[in-house]
């Protein structure tokens, strides 16, 4: 498995953001190849999204894709990508 993190900062965190992302970008993430995805709070104005792809080639195949939706996220929410990262997944449990 292929995890891709990317950490954001908005002015605020939101229940309405909490909606979209999970109607609208979530659905979005899935649609490339993602197995699951998350979004955890890491502070009052932060927040990380976590997506699960099965290999790595379904993420690098879904990357012009997921540079575009994050995008369209930082517009939306007017939220600043702090980073973005990836790797393989080397250890688990319950999944």
Not at 18 to 32: D, G
Not at 74 to 84: Q, V
Request: with cysteine.
């Amino acid at each position: 498995m292929h995890v891709s993190m990317s950490h954001w900062e908005a002015p605020e965190i939101t229940d309405n953001m909490y909606e979209t992302m999970q109607k609208r970008f979530m659905p979005m993430i899935k649609s490339l190849g993602a197995t699951q995805c998350f979004e955890v709070q890491t502070s009052d104005t932060t927040v990380s999204i976590i997506a699960v792809y099965p290999d790595e080639v379904t993420f690098i195949e879904a990357s012009q894709r997921i540079a575009e939706i994050r995008s369209e996220g930082s517009d939306t929410f007017g939220a600043t990508l702090i980073k973005a990262e990836a790797g393989p997944m080397v250890a688990s449990v319950g999944i």
